[in-house]
């Protein structure tokens, strides 16, 4: 069974700071892995896609990483600000199904 | 980019009221919808995937009779929360997606269902 692990669950960073957050997954069978952030009571806003064949994806500040075999990936956040405010959440695609989530790192940019 | 509209919400009703949850894809064709579940500081958990025009799988554990779903068009999909009870209190996420299963997966903004 696909799991998702998400490190650190929270972090608290003063703003310009580059940051990292870690998402792992137990089995390396996945289609694709998607970076999503979540506002407190909002839905999901989709960052990044990775396609399974793909080593990584950047968008503006953001670049996303994956390493299939070892069953990790990266975000990388550029010279944070207070609006990065939020809820990070991995997901993986396995079977072209439902996502599987990680319970999210929560970011807290201070100005 | 793909624009999901989840609606109501927010909705706030008495125990044993039934209350039904939109999810449309407006600017493609979903074919497969897939509702998901969050409490509060957790991440979200799959209910249910629906196909247009096919029965909804259910998740080990969701009741099919207690979380009714229906897919009848490309662009629609519902979710009703049948004589609902306090515990059903959540927040419910719908995402869409097209035909090919490497495509991403559009989220609607949810809806809070608060049962008095």
């Known amino acids: 069974k696909q799991e998702v692990t998400q490190i650190p669950a929270a972090l608290s960073v003063p703003e310009g700071e580059n940051l990292v957050l870690n998402c792992s997954f137990t089995?390396?069978?996945?289609?694709?892995l998607q970076w999503f952030r979540q506002d407190p009571g909002k839905g999901l806003t989709s960052l990044l896609l990775?396609?399974?064949?793909?080593r990584e994806q950047t968008s503006g500040r953001l670049n996303a990483s994956l390493d299939k075999s070892s069953g990790r990936s990266t975000l990388y956040i550029a010279a944070s600000q207070p609006g990065d405010s939020a809820t990070y959440l991995c997901?993986?695609?396995?079977?072209?199904?439902?996502?599987?989530f990680g319970k999210g790192t929560t970011l807290s940019v201070s100005s | 980019g793909a624009v999901v509209s989840q609606h109501p919400s927010w909705v706030i009703c008495k125990s044993g009221t039934s209350v039904k949850i939109e999810c449309r894809s407006l600017?493609?064709?979903?074919?497969?919808m897939f509702w998901y579940r969050q409490f509060p500081k957790q991440s979200l958990m799959l209910m249910a995937t629906?196909?247009?025009?096919?029965?909804?799988?259910?998740e080990q554990g969701v009741e099919k009779d207690k979380f009714l779903i229906n897919h009848a068009s490309l662009t629609l999909s519902t979710l009703t929360v049948t004589s609902a009870h306090p515990e059903d209190s959540s927040f419910y996420i719908c995402?869409?997606?097209?035909?090919?299963?490497?495509?991403?997966?559009?989220f609607g903004d949810g809806t809070r269902l608060s049962i008095l």
């Open positions: 995402s869409a997606r097209g035909e090919t299963r490497n495509q991403p997966q559009h």
């Open positions: 089995d390396s069978a996945i289609y694709n």
């Open positions: 990775i396609q399974s064949s793909q």
């Open positions: 997901a993986v695609n396995q079977a072209g199904t439902a996502l599987i």
């Open positions: 600017d493609f064709q979903a074919t497969t």
């Open positions: 629906s196909n247009e025009g096919s029965k909804a799988t259910y």
